[in-house]
């Protein structure tokens, strides 16, 4: 069993780049992204150089004893106190990881940040996903009928949301 103690998350830096670079475009966690491309190191630096400074949007790493372990963002859908989330674990990491840093971060999100409300978007193969959701406590919200198309085919995306009321009630 993960120890809730020895996870954290911190702030992505430029040192951290590389790595998250590396998983982003590993298969086994394209295959479940919106956009499959492999992403260059330049278009990549690009991003986090337009993105660091920004309010709206955040971006951490998840770090279990000391280790990087994943990567998660936090961006702010406009005119709204929500803010959708996406997030990936590194490749090949020990079982149990991925929802340790769902809970690590849905705690830095709701305590830290005082959002007051995630918001996730799955596509609907991604069946190990959407049981991450609704592991975490999200409420389905909806379901967007054949929304996405590409090569793999035409799919719905499901629609998640967890309230920071409902995220601390669950606490207790």
Not at 12 to 40: A, F, G, P, Q, Y
Not at 89 to 97: A, C, E, F, R, Y
Not at 125 to 150: V, W
Request: glycine content about 6%; hydrophobic content about 40%.
């Amino acid at each position: 069993m993960l120890d809730r103690t020895k996870a954290k998350l911190r702030k992505l830096e430029n040192k951290d780049l590389c790595t998250i670079l590396e998983w982003r475009n590993h298969h086994d966690i394209r295959k479940w992204m919106v956009n499959t491309s492999i992403i260059s190191y330049d278009d990549h630096l690009q991003w986090f150089i337009r993105n660091q400074n920004r309010t709206d949007r955040h971006f951490f790493v998840f770090e279990y004893m000391e280790q990087l372990e994943g990567y998660i963002s936090f961006q702010k859908i406009e005119n709204s106190k929500a803010y959708e989330w996406g997030f990936y674990i590194k490749p090949n990491t020990q079982k149990g990881m991925g929802f340790l840093l769902g809970e690590v971060s849905l705690a830095f999100a709701f305590r830290q940040l005082n959002i007051g409300k995630i918001f996730g978007q799955v596509l609907s193969f991604n069946q190990k996903s959407i049981k991450f959701h609704q592991n975490l406590g999200f409420f389905q919200e909806g379901i967007l009928r054949k929304h996405f198309k590409d090569e793999r085919g035409e799919f719905d995306i499901f629609q998640f949301g967890l309230l920071q009321s409902e995220w601390l009630e669950r606490q207790v």
